[in-house]
């Protein structure tokens, strides 16, 4: 009897497939209240830490006197606790360089909130980091004063989400959502309940919930990982669970039926028909779960790519309603055809699949690709993407799986997938009985379901399979070209970069990297831009980079590029701006010479055919009209008109532009744009050896067009419109303002002046949340930038966004203009100017470790003509920084030109 049950059990296991290994790197246990934690040390980025709380409950856990003070409670966190009175968490954190809402931040979801820590990692830095989570997850002060405060935080965040992406998905989700609790427990919450709800409620919530048996503390990071557990026992083993009450139910009811629904706003700007096939999300516990999650982002590939070869517009998306709802959604956007014509479209591609499948070169060309990403999974990842995925493991039930058997396991299953694989499991998502029809219609069509069924059966009976493809190279460029000598190579010891000189004049900068394994970014520019062009050319222009996307080479089409380039890592593209070229990509390690050769053609073999061309234009002119209906849209459009006085060269593009677009002259410009590409200058900086580089620009870079002309850029005198100017239009369709205020002054462009500039906008960023946002409750978020630039006129912008209740508008701009002054009237405080002073030091120490940085500060250097030298060194140029140099630039940053712009409701 006993053989027989082992034998029924042995029989099952391989049926249900065996469970994935654990990942032996990730540390996990439990403390005896039941709190979890996971720990796993990640040398990537060096001496940085990133911890998460995450609490297992969210806005489902509220009662009806409750809605939205899930969200609530975890806005509280932040103001106050036994450790930290009121704000001095986020004070405490920013002294250490720490930016609020970057580095620190917190969310609350239907069934989770989730704060969040990235931090140096210093002996001081965590014992701090760590009672601030302790009192997160038990110690809130609840202050009568500082929760009335936050309730004006909190309807303004709300009023700032009332977007028309937000305001559609409401109305998606009576379907989605239907008889389940998630209807009725938006995070946001009700707002009257939000205006009035007593502090005791918002507690209750709070000792209810905030319970250590639903808890799970994260950790991931370059640390000691005995270390972090300690401090985990220490700061956490003490909490008690204070409450009994069970979790609510995650699961959305099942329905075995098709419904539909029209969805509108008087804001909508894009046609689109979507249909949702929803299952029971899958846990991936065992190696027939992955085997099937392999399949099914197979599926999803071959779908997406016989859709962009065949110009559709069709797209299928795999992903999540809810923890526990899967959603396979496929989307067509439209633009002035009947929906149901649309629908038909969408399911007459459906139906090809459904009925005639795939064929085996595509499958090939897929799992092609899917090996690729395979073998760059074990690369080493950033700490913020190991924790991201830690969590999103823990939210959905799975395990941690060990990458190493995972990725064989990995390549095993792609390899053995078939095209019989891939036609059941596509039927198997057509025949889900609960499904969703949704249009997103700007006329508010609506249909009844006898109609959708009978498009439905039409569109079946149009489906006749998809042309074959005619065999394609297997690389891009299969022709010898000329080659090209290195004249010069000259060492830089301090930036361990070379600046190399070719024989056709071309200049290259490279520097080799590791902070992205397996990585290489390219970046060219020069000057000229659009300003060496008469206005008559300037819409074609504008619309250069746009239609000479679409037209793809002389050779292949894009589609055809991708399916070359399947398996590799390849990105180029090309660009115009008002006073430069500019050329950017990206490859893997080993694919550099397939992003050459695709640069290659990009630039001796630009097309744009005139079916592409009108079919585009055709988009673009619906778009353009559409988008009339779109306040902010509006509002920029009239803006930048008064700014520049109507300027040609700097006035948006509208319908009639368009109409007049010349196919043969945008052709004539893109030419001419990339034809000297001995007057650029070519930084590459990524995961790769000097020889190798060396090799491939001595192959390519002879056949890259040059020419013999030297250009540079002309003042076109675009300048805005001078001193202090107001700009107010009324074309909100909410109750919001939208509040602007547009800094242009002269200052001189030293390194020195860059750099208090920063932290002149670090300080007045924190004097801005203090006031407007924590003591006034006007705003939920203030944007604030600045910048110097120098090709023209050597200027400094200041700039400051943020939105509000009209209604108080005038007080919270004047408490912005006295700010402003007093930065300009006072020396800034010592503590002010060291926290600010930490914010820099420790984002310049974060930026020298990534490719990005080098990649665009070594441009900057060549653009503003300075040494490369320039690039480092700026640690002492930050700490030398006094208050007066501060206020010195804060006299001439916030000068007499300035633009006010209010955008308000009608």
């Known amino acids: 009897m006993i053989k027989k049950l082992l034998l029924i059990l042995l029989l099952l296991t391989n049926f249900f497939g065996k469970d994935l290994q654990l990942d032996p790197t990730i540390s996990t246990g439990v403390l005896k209240n039941g709190m979890k934690y996971t720990i796993k040390k990640n040398p990537t980025p060096k001496n940085v830490a990133e911890f998460r709380l995450l609490v297992k409950v969210g806005s489902l856990e509220e009662d009806d006197s409750q809605k939205g003070l899930a969200h609530f409670v975890e806005h509280m966190a932040f103001n106050g606790s036994k450790h930290f009175e009121k704000n001095r968490l986020i004070e405490s954190l920013e002294s250490l360089g720490v930016i609020f809402g970057s580095h620190l931040n917190a969310s609350t979801s239907y069934d989770r909130t989730l704060y969040q820590l990235s931090i140096p990692v210093s002996k001081t830095n965590l014992e701090k980091s760590f009672l601030i989570f302790e009192d997160w997850a038990a110690h809130l002060s609840f202050d009568k004063k500082e929760f009335d405060k936050e309730r004006g935080i909190i309807l303004e965040e709300a009023r700032s989400r009332d977007t028309l992406s937000s305001r559609l998905l409401q ?249 019989k694989d891939i036609d059941n ?74 600046e190399l000189t070719l024989q056709n004049g071309i200049n290259v900068i490279f520097k080799k990297s590791d902070y992205r394994k397996n990585r290489v970014f390219l970046k060219a520019f020069s000057l000229g831009g659009s300003s060496v062009y008469d206005n008559e050319d300037i819409n074609d222009l504008k619309s250069m980079t746009q239609y000479m996307n679409i037209g793809g080479t002389k050779s292949f089409s894009n589609s055809q590029i991708d399916k070359i380039l399947s398996g590799k890592r390849v990105v180029v593209n090309l660009s115009l701006s008002a006073l430069e070229e500019e050329i950017e990509g990206s ?76 196919r043969k002259n945008i052709l004539k410009i893109y030419k001419d744009r990339f034809v000297d590409l001995n007057n650029f200058t070519f930084v590459i900086v990524g995961d790769i050896e000097l020889k190798k580089v060396e090799k491939l620009l001595e192959k390519y870079f002879g056949s890259f067009p040059t020419k013999d002309r030297t250009e540079t850029y002309q003042d076109r005198e675009l300048k805005p419109v001078n001193g ?92 912005v203009k006295d ?26 120490e974060y930026g020298k470790k990534s490719n990005g940085f080098w990649l665009n500060k070594i441009v900057e250097a060549k653009i503003y003509k300075r040494e490369l030298e320039s690039i480092l060194g700026r640690e002492k140029i930050i700490k030398d920084i006094t208050d007066k140099d501060v206020q010195e630039v804060a006299k001439k940053v916030f000068g007499k030109n300035l633009l006010y712009s209010e955008l308000n409701p009608k």
């Open 171 to 419: 109305q998606s989700n009576k379907l989605l959502f239907a008889d389940s609790k998630y209807l009725n427990r938006a995070p946001i919450g009700d707002l009257d309940i939000v205006r009035n709800a007593p502090v005791k409620e918002a507690k209750r919530f709070y000792k209810d919930w905030y319970r250590p048996e639903f808890m799970e503390f994260v950790a991931v990071g370059d640390f000691d990982k005995k270390e972090i557990e300690k401090l985990i026992k220490k700061h956490f083993g003490k909490l008690k669970n204070r409450s009994q009450r069970k979790l609510v139910s995650r699961d959305i009811p099942n329905k075995d039926s098709l419904r539909i629904a029209t969805v509108w706003d008087k804001e909508l700007n894009i046609n689109s028909v979507g249909v949702q096939f929803l299952e029971d999300s899958q846990v991936l516990k065992t190696e027939s779960d992955l085997k099937n999650a392999l399949i099914e982002q197979i599926v999803k590939e071959l779908f997406n790519v016989k859709s962009y070869e065949e110009n559709s517009d069709a797209l299928l998306r795999i992903g999540n309603i809810a923890t526990t709802k899967g959603a396979y959604k496929f989307s067509l956007i439209y633009h002035d055809e009947n929906p149901l014509d649309a629908l038909e479209t969408l399911y007459t591609f459906i139906w090809n699949f459904y009925k005639f499948g795939i064929s085996n070169e595509y499958l090939k060309l897929v799992k092609k690709r899917a090996l690729t990403r395979n073998s760059r999974s074990l690369n080493i990842q950033s700490s913020k993407r190991e924790i991201n995925s830690l969590i999103t493991d823990l939210q959905t039930g799975s395990p941690f799986i060990d990458k190493k058997q995972k990725s064989q396991l990995t390549k095993k299953f792609i390899e053995e997938i078939s095209k």
């Open 425 to 498: 499991y596509f039927n198997k998502i057509v025949k889900i009985k609960n499904k969703i029809i949704i249009f997103q219609d700007m006329e508010k069509r609506e249909f009844t379901l006898k109609q959708v069924k009978n498009t439905i059966k039409k569109s079946y009976k149009k489906a006749k399979g998809f042309e074959k493809q005619k065999k394609l190279p297997k690389v891009l460029v299969n022709k010898k070209l000329p080659k090209v000598k290195i004249l010069k190579k000259v060492y830089n010891k301090e930036l361990d970069l070379y």
């Open 587 to 662: 490859s893997s390690s080993k694919d550099l010479e397939s992003m050459f050769q695709l640069l290659y053609l990009k630039l001796t073999e630009g097309k744009l055919e005139k079916k592409d061309f009108e079919k585009e234009r055709k988009k673009h002119i619906f778009s353009l009209e559409k988008n009339l209906k779109n306040p902010k849209y509006r509002f920029g459009k009239d803006l930048y008109s008064y700014t520049y006085n109507n300027n040609p060269r700097v006035r948006f593009i509208d319908s009639n532009d368009v109409k007049k677009l010349r």
């Open 724 to 815: 202090y100017q107001k700009f107010i239009r009324n074309y909100n369709n909410k109750n919001i303002s939208s509040i602007s205020f547009t800094y242009r002054n002269p200052v001189k462009h030293t390194l020195k002046n860059e750099e208090t500039l920063k932290i002149l906008m670090n300080i007045l960023r924190v004097k801005l949340r203090k006031k407007i946002r924590e003591e006034k409750s006007g705003v939920y978020g203030i944007s604030i930038n600045g910048k110097i630039i120098s090709l023209l006129d050597e200027v400094a912008y200041g700039k400051i966004d943020f939105s509000c209740d009209p209604k108080r508008k005038k007080e919270l701009v004047g408490d």
């Open 819 to 844: 700010i402003i002054q007093q930065l300009k009237e006072n020396k800034v405080t010592k503590e002010e100017l060291e926290t600010a002073k930490n914010k820099s030091l420790v984002s310049y």
